[in-house]
């Protein structure tokens, strides 16, 4: 087990990466106005499939049917536009094109996607890569985007079919001719981008680990990443039980990673967590400070603290279908004191995510803020130097520092 714990890659190391943006930390900790390093956004609340496992599902429950976040399932394209310029002119360094839903089911995204590029914007995508052949992305993701990840979690067409609930039964064979294509674009253009595959381990997944390595290992992929189920149902259950993921898990990873070797990543520091800390998880921070350089915009035009928290409206900073752009509602300190005075004052976290999103950014900027605070003027003043020394040397030996 102790093999697949933290240890960090060029592209997964979430720690390196808030050294390699420390001058907006320092920022942060010390103003609280800095633009957030990296924005997550959600082109559609809607999906053509659905995970069981997936972070936003439960938008998609019944309950939520009749609601603002249910019914705006689509950013319009003004919408989307303008958001796209105040990243430009706040000079935010990277968008991941996420979801609430599948990204590539907004007609307008294509549109978004060369305009960002054009303005030197990083930018990255999970998507389950099933229509990049309905909008002809391929060209439009190989010149603009970072990379681009294809979530599949499983190894065998009928897994796909049935843990994904894939809405058509050629969903597997569109995404492999789909991923196909994207790597021959890349390849004709030099690989301009990493491109990756996902599986999420849970109990429903993990027993085609192997297999997922087997049909993967021979596509001209920068990397086959797996990562442990996010937690989101807080009292137990498999993904808490340290002996699935040593006794039925461990042994599996380390065979897939004899036959992927350098393409085979882990998101291993999720399992240090869940190992090493069965009370707090690892969160020892009284503050949320990773979700102020890295928040989400929901479809539904939410601006929220995380993607953990996407259509909870409690946790919104603003909604842009109010009239507000999103350098405004950013701008606007007082209401964003007050939602992160509830998370961590009044609620203590009770309503987060054990490992969630920001969890790596949280306690390495807790640590920093924490050094920062205990210092003189003279002394934080040396300090906050070396961390900008060490964000240079940084950024040299990692890839994707914006990815926070």
């Given amino acids: 087990m102790k093999k697949i714990y933290y240890k960090e890659s060029k592209i997964f190391n979430p720690k390196s990466k808030i050294l390699a943006n420390a001058d907006r930390v320092v920022e ?8 957030p390093v990296l924005v997550e956004v959600d082109p559609s609340n809607a999906c053509n499939h ?19 976040t249910f019914s705006r399932a689509l950013m319009p394209r003004d919408m989307l536009m303008g958001l796209c310029k105040d990243f430009v002119d706040m000079n935010v360094r990277a968008i991941n094109w996420t979801g609430g839903g599948e990204p590539t089911l907004n007609k307008h995204l294509k549109e978004a996607i060369a305009y960002c590029g054009s303005h030197g914007i990083k930018m990255g995508m999970f998507t389950n890569g099933t229509l990049f052949d309905k909008w002809d992305l391929f060209e439009t993701l190989v010149d603009n985007m970072t990379w681009v990840r294809i979530s599949i979690d499983s190894g065998t067409r009928d897994s796909y079919n049935n843990i994904r609930k894939a809405s058509g039964k050629q969903d597997w064979d569109k995404m492999v001719s789909n991923l196909t294509k994207l790597i021959e674009v890349n390849k004709s253009k030099g690989n301009k981008i990493d491109i990756g595959v996902g599986y999420v381990i849970s109990p429903d997944t993990y027993h085609e680990i192997v297999d997922f390595a087997k049909f993967f290992k021979d596509f001209d992929l920068t990397y086959c990443q797996y990562k442990p189920e996010i937690i989101i149902r807080e009292d137990g259950g498999d993904q808490r039980d340290i002996e699935f993921w040593r006794d039925k898990v461990g042994p599996l990873l380390a065979e897939a990673e004899e036959i992927l070797g350098n393409k085979f990543q882990v998101n291993g520091y999720k399992f240090e967590d869940l190992a090493m800390d069965r009370e707090k998880f690892g969160r020892n921070y009284k503050k949320c400070l990773g979700s102020q350089i890295s928040p989400c915009v929901g479809a539904d035009g939410n601006v929220y603290v995380c993607t953990n928290h996407r259509g909870w409206k409690q946790y919104s900073y603003g909604c842009l279908y109010d009239g507000k752009s999103f350098k405004e509602i950013w701008g606007d300190l007082h209401k964003r004191r007050e939602v992160m005075s509830t998370i961590e004052d009044t609620e203590c976290f009770s309503n987060c995510t054990k490992l969630c999103k920001p969890h790596e950014s949280n306690k390495a900027m807790w640590e920093i803020s924490q050094h920062m605070g205990s210092l003189g003027t003279a002394e934080k003043e040396s300090y906050i130097k070396s961390l900008f020394k060490e964000q240079e040397e940084t950024l040299k030996r990692i890839k994707h520092a914006e990815f926070i």
Avoid: Q, R, V
């Avoid at 942060?28 to 633009?35: K, M, R, V």
């Avoid at 659905?50 to 603002?68: M, Q």
């Fill in 50 to 68: 659905a995970c069981s496992f997936c972070l936003s599902s439960y938008i998609h429950f019944d309950k939520y049917k009749g609601t603002e």
């Fill in 28 to 35: 942060h900790i010390e103003t609280g106005t800095t633009a």
